[in-house]
C-alpha cells in the first residue's frame, strides 16, 4: 500500500509509548453511525508514519476500518488512505488518479457510496511563529521533514490532536458533478483548502512577535491621526503622545504562548477533575464548523464567575480549537497573574475610557488587528460578573467596536457565538450578596487568590453551550441594508454611521436572548427552584421529587428553545447530586425527611435559581392565572399572559415574540393536564381541588413568578395613585417598597429591590405607551395601566396586596401633606405676629 513500508510495525510500537493522542468526530453520533456502514477511505496531509499510527489507534477506537487494510470493491483492491502532499507545497499526481478512480467506480455502480474521511493529525497544536518558522521546535508545521518529525513526536508526542472531519460521500458528488478528472483535482484542491482551514482552526494564525505588533499599529493611518490630534489637543510633542499611545498597546495587548497553553491544559485537566464532577458540554460541533468554514469566531459569554476565562478557554481547547484572545478588566493585571493570563491570551480593557480618545483609538486598532489577523475573540457583553444570577443589561461598547470591525472592509464572516456558562456552585456568591447589601467590592489580590484556592472543593458539575451563532453581515443585511456605504478600504478609520447605535442595542439584546436560550437546568437550580417557592423554604422529600417531575415535565414537553439542557436524571437521581453540595438541610422525624433551606443559604440559592428563572418564569404565570381565575379559558391565560408578557421579556431576555404567546401557553396548559395538575376540556382549563396534592404543585408552579408579578404591581400600584412623578422619584420609590415588602413577607431575593431591575421595568412600561411623559418631565399613567394593574392584582396574594396598597396610599399621603401646608407658608406676617 503506497506511503506504508514495511518497516511501519517496527515504528508503530515504539509511537505507540511515546505518544498520547485526543480524537475528535466533528459529525453527530447519527452521523458516525450512519458512516460506519459504508465503504470509507482516509484523505491525509501526509506519508507520516507517525500520523498513520495516530490515525491507526483513532480509528479502533472510534470502530472505523484500520487504514493499513485496503479497500475491496467487487474483488479489486484500492488504498485505503490518500495523501494529499508527497512533497512539500505539491499536490500528489497518484492522489488525484486515485480521486479518479473511485469517482469513476460510482459512474458503473450507483449504488456504491464510498465516503471519504479527512483526519487532521496536529503535534502541539503550535501556530508557530511570523517571523521565526524555521524553528525546530515551533509545532505543527504543514509537512515537515523527517528530522523535524522525529523532534516534534519527542516534544509533542504527548499533546497530540487528531480531527475526523465529517465525510464526504462520494456517491453523491459523482451523481451531482461527474466523474472526469477535472472534478478529481477540483476535489484534491479543496481538500487542501480544507487542511489549511483545519490547521488555521485548530492552532490558529501564526504569532506576531510582540515588538512587531507594536510597531504595525502605531503606524496605522488610524493611530498616527489619534497621536496628531492627541498632541494638538494637550499640547503636546508628537513624540511624547506617540509613547503615549505605545504604553497604551503594551497596557492593552497579549503575549500569546502555545507553550504556556499546553502547561496550562495539563493543569485545568487535573484541576476540574478535583473540583468539578463533569463538564456538559453542548454545540462544540457548531463552532468548529464555523472554525472550519473560515469564521472570525467571537464567544460572548454571560460572566457568573472568575471560573468563567478558565473554563471557556479549556473547553475550547478540548474541542480542538484554538483558545481565543480574551478581553479581560484591567483589575486582573497584577502580579503574578497578570502575565500568566496576558501569555493565556488575555488582553486588557479599562473600566471606562470615557473622554480618553486616544486610548479608544489604540484599543479599537488593537480589536481589529486581531479580527484581521482571524484570532478568535472572547468578551463578556455583560462588563462585570452578575451579582445576582440574572444576565445584566449589556454594555455595548465591544459590540460597537465588532461592528465597526465591519466597516474596515473585513475579508472573513463574523459569527457572534452567545455561550451559556452554568454552575451547580459558584465560589463568589457569598460575596456577591455582601457586595448587594453594601460592602465594597475586594480588590483583586495574590492573597485573594490564595484565600480562593484554599476553598477549592467539590463543585458540582459545570455547563457549556454554545448557543445559535450570529452571522454578522447577514444580521446587518436584515437591519441595515445600506450598511456597506459605511465601508472604508484599507485601515482608515470609518466614520460613526447614523445608524449604529440602534442596530448595536439591537444586536446585544440578540446575544443575550441567545445566551438564555441555551441556559441548562442542573439539580441545584431546579432544587433551589422547588423549594424558594415554597412556605418557610422548606418541603417534604416526596413533595420535592413530586415537584421536580413537574419542572422536568414542563422543560420536556414545552422545552423553551431548542438549544436549551434538560437533565436526563430522574428527580431522585437529581436529588442526590444536589445533596452532595451540602447546600440543603435533612432533617428525619417519624414521618420521613424534610429538606431545607436555612435563612442565609435561601438568600444564596436565590443566585441559582435566577439562572433559569426565565425557563420557568411563564409556567409560572400561566399557573397563577389558573390559580387565581380557578376556571379560565386558554385564549383568556394567552391574552393576559400576552398583556405582562413585554415586560417579562425586556427583564429577562426572553427570545420568543409575543406573536407566539396563543400556541406557547396552549402547550403548556396540555402537559399540566398531561400531568393531572388541572382539568382541560374544550379549551377550558379547572383547577384540581383545593389542598390536594396536585393544587399543591400547581401552586408552587406559580410561585416560580410571585415575586416577577409583586414588583410589578407595586410598579403599577405607584403610576397609578402618585401621577405625576419623576421617574426618579418612581424608581426610588419602587425600591423602597419593595425593600419594605421584602421585610414584611420574608421575600430573601436581592434583584427583589435591584434599582437596574426596576429600571428595566419602567423603561419597558414607557416603551410599550403604558406611561407618558407630561411638559415638566414627570411620568404619567397611560389610560391601559389601569387594566394591566387589574389583572396583575388579581394574580398577587391577598395579605401582599394588601401590604402593596397600603403601603403606595401612605406614600401618596406623604406627598399631598407637604402640598397642603404650602399654601399656609406662603401667607404674609400679621401685624400682631410682627409685633411679637
Known sequence: MKGISRFFPIFKYPLRWLTRFQEIWDGTEEEHSATVGKPIVYVMRSTSKADLSILQRAAQKRGLPDPVDPLVVNGKTYNRIMYLEELANDVSDQTVSEFHQLLTLHKDQPELDVQLIPAGVFWGRQAGEEAHAGNTMTGDLDNPGHWRKFWLVIFSGRQVLLRFSRSVSLGTMARDHGTDMRI????????????????????????????ELMSALINTPALKKAVSDEARGKKISEEAARKRALSYIDEIAANYNSTLIRVLDRFMTWMWNRIYNGIHVKGGDTIRRLAQQGHEVIYVPCHRSHMDYLLLSYVIYKEGLVPPHIAAGVNLNFFPVGGIFRRGGAFFIRRSFRGNKLYSAVFREYLCWLFQKGYPVEYFSEGGRSRTGRLLPPKTGML??????????QQRPVSLVPVYLGYEHIMEVATYLKELKGKDKEKESVFQILKTVAKLRNFGQGFVTFGQPINLKHHLDKVAPNWHESVTRGAQEPERPGWLNPVVGGLAEQV????????????????????????????????????????LGVLREVPYSNMMSVPDETPEELWQQALRTDKFTVNSDTMGEVVSLEHMTAIAMTYYRNNILHLMVVPGIVASIIMAKKTVSVAEIAARTQAIYPSLKAELYLSHNVEDLPLWTEALAEELARQQLITLEDGVCTIAQRESAQWYRLRLLANSASETLQRYCIVLELLQQAQPIMRADLEKQSITLAERLSSIHGIDAPEFYDKKVMSTLIASLKQQGLVEINDEGQQIAAEPVGELSDQVDELIDGPVLQTIRQSVEQFVQQLKEPAEREPREEQKPTESDQNQ
Open 512 to 551: 443575550m436572548q441567545g445566551i438564555n436560550d441555551s441556559a441548562a437546568a442542573n439539580s441545584v437550580n431546579l432544587t433551589a427552584l422547588a423549594l424558594l417557592s415554597s412556605e418557610h423554604h422548606a418541603l417534604m422529600k416526596e413533595e420535592l421529587l413530586a415537584q421536580l417531575e413537574v419542572y
Open 184 to 211: 478529481a483535482h477540483k476535489l484534491a484542491r479543496v481538500a487542501r483548502v480544507h487542511f489549511v482551514r483545519m490547521r488555521h482552526a485548530v492552532a490558529g494564525p501564526k504569532l506576531s512577535q510582540r515588538k
Open 400 to 409: 460597537a467596536m465588532t461592528v465597526q470591525g465591519m466597516l474596515r472592509d
